[in-house]
Every structure is written in C-alpha cells, then in structure tokens.
C-alpha cells in the first residue's frame, strides 16, 4: 500500500524529488543549510570542503519501512583548505522503478566569507512493468552559495537544476528545487539550522538542532511543520571509520531508516561547511609553551584550527621561535590570537632585525671558533624572518612566504626558480615579487 501510494504520488509530482542523501542531513529533499559534525559526504555541495583531505562514504536506507523501496550512495571526494572535488552516485525505488543521478561536484572558497559550488549531474529514469518501458537521461547543474561574515552565523542559498529553472523543457521530470537557509552556532558543539525549501509540492520549513557532546560523537534532530515529519540522527568515529543511522516518521507513510559509513585515512576535525569545529575538551593544558609544543598539543587550543597549527609549525621550523606580531604575519584570525594569548606562553621578543641575537663579538678566538656553527645559523635564522617580514608585508600568502624565505638560502637559485615556477597558486605579478625579495 505504501508503495502503491508514493508512486502515485510520483506521477503528480516530479521525479527525483526524494534526496538521497547522508543520515546527517535528516530529510529527504534540499537543505542549503547543513552543520558538518563528521567528514560523512553528501549531495549538498557547500559540504565538500568543510574538511581537509581525502573520505569515501557509502549509505543505503529504507524509505517508510518499505520492502519495495531501496537507496542507495556512493561517493568520493578530496579537499584543501579552500577547494574540493567529489564524485557520487545515488539511486532510488524500487524493482519496477527506478531514480539514477551520477554527479561530478566542485567547491571553493573565495575568502573565509564566501564559500561557493557547482555540480553537474546526469539523471536517468527507468520505468520497467509488463505494460510500460520507459528510458529517459537528462543534464543539469546545481549551484550553491555561502555566507558567513561572523563566526556563529552562516546564510547559504542552492538552486538545483539551473538549467531547467531558465528552461522548461524537462519540468515534468525534474522540479527546479531551490532553498534558502541560517546555521547559528551559540555556543561550541551546538548548532541550530533553518532551512526553506521550494519543492513541488510547495514549501517546507524545517528545523534542526545540532550537538557534539563528544568529539566523535554528532547527535541531530529535526522536524518539518508543513508535515509533521520528525527524524533523528547520530554519528560515531571509530578510528578511521565514521558510523552514521538516521530514524525518520512520517504521519501517512510511516519510519525510515538509513544507515552510512564513511572512511577517512587521517584524523579529523569535526566541521561544518564553513569550518565548524568539535568542542574544546575542558582538561586542556593552560601552561603550552607555543615555542616547544607539538602539533597534538596546538590541536588542543580552542579556536585554533588544523591549518594554523600546522603554520606554526612550520614557522618554528623554518624562520625560529614566534613572536606575537608573527602570529598576525602567518595569517592566525583574531580569535586564534586571543586564544592563543590565553592558554600560551613561551613568546619570543619582537626584536629589531634580530641584532639582539646576534653573539658577542668580544668573545676569543677560540670561542668564536666554538660558537661559529650557531652564529652562522643564527644570522640564517634572522635573515630568513627578515625575508619573511618582507613578503607578507608585500602582501604574499603566509604559507608562500614561509616557504620561499626558507628556499631562498637553503636551495640554489635554480631550484628556487623551478619551485617558484611550478607554484599555481601564485599569480606571476606575486612570484616577481617573490623574486625581488628572496633573490637579493
């Protein structure tokens, strides 16, 4: 009887109206809007980047507890700080029925404002009875905006199916789903989203809170008031492994059940699509010497994200201890600074050219020979922070000046010029710059 109803439903409204997607996202249909607790892939593309690094997630349900009805979801992706790329498959129905989409998607971000995608997707529909045998594909594109001018609020927009909202020909199979949404986070592991939704049928509020209690641990539950649909979700990191079941109701046609698994080769932060992180644990070390702590004790600052640990890192590497002014130079946000000021110390003094450093120079002959190794480094270390200072003041990329001020002593010219060459992320108006500088 279920199935019977929903596929008469599915002839008065359009196909590929039932979402496949993650038990994190609660509902079947568009959420522009979505926190990130875990790094579990889904169709919303502003999710592809919400974390670094390479995952691979698979998930299937039973929609309304139906034995005819079946999903399904098989998708990769790998990002960067601010682009990703994902592929995925989904498919629903059911024997006689069946929904196919394959999906290739991209996302960017501009700025720590502005987070974009874009998908291009294939459908394919099949209708296989005794009397009817249909075949049909379409292509469309999805299109996806975020903004997040503060911390706590995110506003995010998709229009599904561009092509067909400015062009009608395929309305009849595939509805130009839209929706519009708000994250508010707070507090720290706490999320409460609103999304609007154009289907259809018409529009659907929904409304979902979001809580880390622990680090990997992501509990949600949502509910639609147009109708009366509830569902709930957790996810759990074992590991390298992401555990996800989703418990959906509806009033007429009953629970739903979805279960993923999601696998990453790293550890993860928890995120959301614009970098929503886990709760800092309450046990932290107040007393981190910033100059001697390593990467998991950085890890533990509240507000610090993976990206400026692994900055301070290499800045402490390659140019020698951090001041506070080199906390602004690599590219640390306000609230990082604070936090950091908050549970560290250690700092090096702001120095002028780094002359106070610099040994002696009435020592004797014999401790000059003693101590020309570290005079030698030490002038090094001051020249390389002297080309650093420069470059960021020049207005070159934190991480690139880190890596060009070390190069520009530690390798030959020529290989400077291969690497400099060969970096895509650097426009040649900045890599002349870089030249100018480094090459003095």
Request: hydrophobic share 35%; with cysteine.
């Amino acid at each position: 009887m279920i199935s019977a109803f929903f596929f008469i439903s599915m002839s008065i409204i359009s196909a590929f109206e039932y979402k496949n997607t993650n038990p994190e996202s609660l509902f079947p249909f568009s959420c522009a809007a979505n926190f990130n607790g875990s790094p579990v892939l889904s169709q919303n593309i502003l999710s592809i980047n919400s974390y670094e690094g390479f995952g691979l997630t698979f998930n299937t349900g039973r929609p309304y507890s139906d034995e005819n009805l079946s999903t399904y979801f098989a998708g990769a992706k790998y990002s960067s700080e601010n682009y990703g790329f994902q592929i995925h498959y989904s498919s629903f129905g059911s024997s006689f029925y069946k929904e196919n989409s394959y999906s290739i998607s991209t996302a960017y971000k501009f700025t720590n404002i502005i987070n974009t995608g874009l998908s291009y997707n294939i459908y394919q529909i099949s209708i296989q009875t005794d009397d009817i045998s249909l075949n049909k594909n379409f292509r469309d594109i999805d299109f996806a905006i975020a903004l997040m001018p503060c911390n706590f609020f995110t506003l995010a927009f998709t229009q599904n199916s561009l092509l067909t909202e400015f062009n009608s020909k395929n309305k009849k199979e595939i509805f130009p789903e839209k929706s519009g949404g708000i994250i508010l986070t707070p507090a720290k592991g706490f999320a409460l989203t609103w999304n609007i939704t154009d289907t259809s049928a018409g529009y659907i509020n929904s409304f979902t809170a979001s809580i880390i209690p622990l680090g990997n641990i992501v509990i949600k539950a949502g509910y639609t008031p147009e109708d009366s649909r509830i569902a709930a979700s957790i996810s759990t990191g074992i590991k390298n492994f992401t555990i996800s079941y989703l418990l959906g109701f509806h009033p007429y046609l009953g629970y739903s059940h979805n279960f993923g698994i999601t696998f990453v080769p790293f550890n993860y932060e928890n995120k959301n699509s614009i970098e929503f992180r886990s709760p800092p644990v309450s046990s932290i070390n107040k007393d981190i010497n910033i100059n001697k702590a390593t990467f998991e004790e950085l890890q533990q600052i509240p507000e610090v994200s993976t990206t400026s640990c692994k900055r301070i890192i290499s800045y402490r590497e390659k140019i020698g201890p951090l001041t506070e002014k080199s906390l602004i130079q690599i590219g640390l946000s306000r609230e990082e600074i604070n936090s950091i000021k908050k549970y560290c110390y250690g700092f090096e003094r702001d120095q002028n050219h780094g002359q106070e450093s610099l040994p002696e120079l009435s020592q004797s002959k014999e401790n000059k020979k003693k101590t020309a190794p570290k005079k030698n480094h030490i002038v090094s270390k001051e020249i390389i922070k002297e080309k650093f200072r420069q470059l960021i003041e020049a207005g070159i990329p934190a991480t690139s000046a880190i890596k060009y001020s070390e190069l520009s002593l530690s390798k030959g010219r020529i290989n400077f010029e291969t690497a400099l060459n060969s970096d895509k992320s650097l426009s040649e108006e900045q890599k002349e710059t870089i030249r100018n500088i480094c090459l003095k």
